[in-house]
Structures are given as C-alpha cells and as structure tokens.
C-alpha cells in the first residue's frame, strides 16, 4: 500500500474547489434564501400574534357591547313596565272618577227626581183632597179658598211624618 500523493493532493484540491464553489454559489444564496424564508416566518408568526391580539381585543369589546346592549334592554324592558303600571293606575283612577261622576249625577238626578216626584204628588193630593171636599160639601171652593185648605191639610200631613 503504497500513499499515492499526487491524486491525495489532487482529491484535496478538488475539494477545496467544489467547497469554495458551493460556498460562493450554493451555500450563500442558500443560506440567504433560509434566512429570508427564516425571516419571513417569523414576520408571519408575529402578524399572526398581533392579529390574534386584535382579535381578542374586538372580542372583549363586542362582549362588553353585548352586556352594555343586554342592560340597556333591561333597563328598557324595566321602563315600559314601569310606564305600563303608571298608564294602568291612571286608567284605574279614571275610571274611579268617572264612576264617581257617574254615581253623584245619578245621586244628583235621584234627588231632582224625587223633589218632582214629592211635587207631583203634593199636586194629586190637593186634587184628591179639593174632590174630596167637594164631594162632602157639595159644592165648589173659591180657589184662594182650596189652596188655603190644602196648604193646611199638607202641613199637618208633614207635621205628621216629621
């Protein structure tokens, strides 16, 4: 085994060769290429980052906006049934009013009712009584005369009845 320097040689340089070769042409755009792509990985993975930030950010407004909206929606809801009770209330005292009204006019119309009632009848009584004295006298009064017996049978009848 005999140490053939001349192809050892030979095989050296010829690797020094194809490494500086690839060191010039493959290696450095190669590895600038991975760098670049290195690079642009980690300017994706930080947007990335910051859109997941934005994202969450939007979702914790928007659930703040749901409860804000939610509330409002109470708040509205509380409202209306608050303006309903008072609307009910108001329909409830108007119409005790109106009722009252209703009743102190009929309590109104009673009296006046009445009051005709009692004058009408102080009339058929004068009459029956004027045709009732006629009938035992036998003869006709003046008026002046009727209205003075009348008037007096009338207040003993109330004399009576008080």
Do not use: C
């Not at 300017?43 to 930030?53: M, N, R």
């Not at 035992?136 to 004399?159: C, M, N, T, W, Y």
Request: no cysteine; net charge neutral; proline share 2%.
């Amino acid at each position: 085994m005999e140490i053939k320097w001349p192809e050892i040689f030979t095989n050296i340089l010829g690797f020094l060769i194809l490494y500086w070769g690839l060191r010039h042409f493959a290696w450095g755009p190669i590895l600038r290429h991975l760098d670049e792509r290195r690079q642009r990985i980690q300017k994706e993975i930080e947007s990335v980052g910051a859109e997941k930030q934005k994202a969450e950010g939007l979702r914790a407004e928007y659930e703040k906006q749901l409860k804000e909206i939610d509330a409002l929606g109470r708040k509205r809801i509380e409202e209306a049934t608050s303006e309903a009770l008072k609307v009910a209330a108001e329909m409830k005292e108007k119409a005790r009013a109106e009722s009252r009204a209703i009743l102190d006019k009929a309590r109104s119309d009673i009296d006046r009712e009445r009051a005709t009632a009692r004058v009408a009848l102080r009339d058929d009584i004068v009459q029956m009584v004027v045709l009732g004295m006629e009938k035992i006298l036998h003869e006709r009064l003046s008026p002046a005369k009727q209205e003075e017996l009348v008037g007096r049978f009338i207040d003993e009848l109330e004399g009576i009845n008080a």
